[in-house]
């Protein structure tokens, strides 16, 4: 399994999974496995060529989690502004602005409903790889005033 680096396909909307079956305890070792290898924060299953509504994300104990069908029921006014990279957009770095806490509800690996808020830089990770099942990538979240500086360049 290679990282997805065609933005293209990237950009587009990945679908609920419906059922929680062989495929997807499969895809979530291999999407484990490179996690590991690539030393990933995070990783979105279109990142792996699959658009289903899958993310892991390594959490500061460095637990990587599996969240299937996840949401964010809740945003803090509160945001701050972290430089972020991205597994499918090698050599970029930049700086995203972000909620700092967000409670979110997802299905376990089990199918069981999990709900449970997040902060800091576990929030940021959940909410970049969220992003990634919506079709949205770290460079479309350039605030304008960086894009035009970096144009005039
Ligand atoms: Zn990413």
Do not use: W
């Amino acid at each position: 399994m290679e990282i997805q680096k065609n933005l293209k396909f990237l950009r587009q909307k990945s679908k609920p999974v419906k059922e929680i079956d062989r495929s997807v305890y499969d895809l979530i070792d291999q999407m484990t496995d490179i996690i590991e290898q690539e030393l990933g924060a995070g990783l979105a299953a279109p990142q792996v060529g699959i658009l289903k509504r899958i993310i892991l994300v390594r959490f500061s104990n460095n637990d990587i989690v599996p969240f299937i069908n996840p949401v964010i029921l809740k945003r803090s006014s509160e945001k701050d502004i972290v430089e972020e990279g991205c597994l499918s957009i090698p050599d970029q770095l930049v700086n995203v602005k972000r909620p700092v806490y967000i409670r979110i509800r997802s299905l376990d690996i089990e199918g069981d409903i999990i709900e449970c808020d997040l902060e800091g830089l576990d929030a940021r990770i959940f909410q970049h790889e969220l992003d990634h099942l919506n079709g949205i990538l770290i460079i479309d979240r350039v605030p304008l005033i960086d894009k035009i500086k970096r144009i005039f360049k």
